[in-house]
């Protein structure tokens, strides 16, 4: 598996700690940490590292500010010791039932969701250890009882998003406004399915942002000074 070399600090920093025979995380070592739902097409990746590169400038850590995205799934195969393959039967939606009543019968992957439960364990463990930066998946409900969390949620008008994705996948606006309403749905499915929330639900959020307003680098500003305010002085 290959992993950026941030991740790599950061994961080799998680595995110590689980292998500590101490309670881990105990006292002030919850977070900070930063959760990021977003629309799709406002940029939340984009915003995820823009934001990273900036806390990492500005603080004196003994490890970076980490984004996990795609790879918050190869991590937790990686931790329980499963193939990388079944990232693919992970996709951030509900599976159906009878499609995982299957796969789990003829032996094509474990309980999904138990597959699912140890990807929300991930986060907690990561936001619990800090400098993480979780990008979808749910994070923030996830990590919703943990303190020192800010969590933010990214929206934008349709026509802004679906430029911005058609840039990205070098297709029209036609087709990246059908992409991205198929992918929101698909969002709004698994937060519903996995933790009986809404996607949606303005209270879930410290601050939602829209990205056709406000520009990254700006809304990078604003998550960096509730970052700063909500780190433990004595981390």
Do not use: C
Not at 19 to 27: L, S, V, Y
Request: charged share 20%; net charge neutral.
């Amino acid at each position: 598996m290959n992993t950026h070399p941030a991740l790599e600090t950061a994961g080799a920093y998680l595995h110590a700690q689980m292998g500590d025979t101490r309670t881990p995380w105990a006292g002030n070592s919850e977070g900070p940490f930063v959760t990021i739902s977003r629309e799709s097409g406002a940029g939340g990746s984009s915003l995820a590292r823009a934001l990273a590169l900036r806390l990492n400038a500005q603080m004196s850590e003994p490890f970076p500010w980490t984004v996990y995205t795609g790879n918050l799934i190869e991590e937790m195969l990686h931790n329980h010791h499963l193939s990388p393959h079944l990232a693919r039967f992970l996709p951030e939606d509900k599976v159906s039932e009878i499609s995982a009543s299957v796969g789990e019968l003829v032996g094509l992957h474990p309980n999904l969701w138990d597959l699912v439960q140890k990807s929300n364990d991930l986060m907690r463990r990561l936001a619990r250890v800090g400098h993480a930066i979780l990008v979808g998946r749910g994070a923030n409900f996830a990590t919703s009882a943990l303190s020192h969390g800010v969590h933010i949620r990214l929206v934008g008008p349709a026509e802004h998003r679906a430029r911005h994705m058609a840039r990205l996948q070098t297709t029209d606006e036609a087709g990246a406004l059908a992409f991205n309403s198929k992918r929101d749905l698909a969002r709004e499915r698994y937060v519903r399915t996995n933790f009986n929330a809404d996607i949606k639900d303005p209270t879930a959020y410290d601050l939602v942002i829209d990205t056709g307003r406000v520009s990254l680098n700006d809304a990078a500003e604003l998550i960096a000074i509730l970052v700063r305010a909500r780190t433990p002085i004595n981390r």
